[in-house]
């Protein structure tokens, strides 16, 4: 099959790539080949129920980009948002904030993070809001045992990493609670984008992805397409750089029926911007330690409009 094929060039990949890679803070998928979308992944057997890929609008949308391990920028992002207080509390009421993944890699503060996600997601539930974590292509790397990035503080917090994040694993089984790509109102939301071939599996892609974390999808050796296609939602670059293609956007925007675009994964070093008649949004800024960028959100509803804050 081809994506068995993709898979076996990847992992080949991954196995060459080493530490050479780590000195870049842009990394590049592992050279894959993107095979159709159509075959999504075999989560057959899987007991998870399907998340709904399309959520009723937000009264108020904030999204947010890559986090990457840095607690401080996590916590300035949520409250230039308006969800937490001070103290980490919960004060968004019925705010509905969306963070684009990538939480884990390059910084010391992953786990504490995703703690603290995890915490505040019921909290802002009791509140009447939302706090939705979504799927980046960094916790599927480490799911996978693709460890390249992990800095020394993030691989003594966990202990034993491949138990915490590999398929299965506690912090891989929270992961897999929460999809790759949301469709909210007429937002479509995810770490790298949806190209045009992909819309119409975008269930098949979330739900791949979530059982093969939750450990009921093969092994860490058996990874979902949504890792192996470097053309998948956490992967393509088609909407991050200069080049961007407007006319993919507004084929894939059409045939979602939506309005906007909003995506990560490709640092912006001017801060949040949009291309393409204001349809495509472009969040990760680079506010991670590693990165050194403004703290900055999108909102989305009730008006569209880029909340700066500080540290």
Known sequence: ???????????????????????????????APAPAPSTAGNATGCTLAPLPLRRPAAKRLVAIGDLHGD?????????????????????????????????????????????????????????????????????????????????????????????ALGPGGPYARWIAQHAVVAIIGDVVLSHAGVLPEWVDHLDDINQSSRCWLAGQAGPATSPPLALASEQSPVWTRAYGLDS???????????????????????????????????????????LAKLYGGPIQVLQLAPEVKVVSGTR
Not at 249 to 276: D, E, F, S, W, Y
Request: hydrophobic content about 45%.
């Open 244 to 286: 961007a293609d407007c006319a993919q956007a507004k084929a894939a925007l059409t045939a979602l029926g939506a309005r906007r675009m909003v995506v990560a994964h490709t640092v912006q070093p001017n801060g949040i911007n949009a291309l393409c008649d204001d349809t495509v949004w472009r969040i990760d800024v680079g």
């Open 1 to 31: 099959m081809q994506i068995e094929r993709a898979v076996r060039i990847w992992l080949t990949a991954l196995a060459f790539a080493g530490a050479c890679e780590r000195k870049h803070p842009q990394e590049s998928p592992p050279p």
């Open 71 to 163: 607690l401080g920028g996590t916590r300035a992002a949520l409250r230039a948002a308006g969800a937490i207080d001070a103290n980490d509390r919960w004060t968004g009421g019925d705010l509905t904030v969306v963070q684009l993944g990538d939480i884990l890699d390059r910084g010391d503060d992953e786990k504490q993070i995703l703690d603290l996600f995890a915490r505040l997601e019921r909290d802002a539930a009791a509140a009447g809001g939302a706090l939705i974590s979504l799927i980046g292509n960094h916790e599927l790397m480490n799911a996978a045992g693709d460890f390249r990035y992990v800095t020394d503080g993030g691989r003594r917090a966990f202990g034993d990493r491949t138990a």
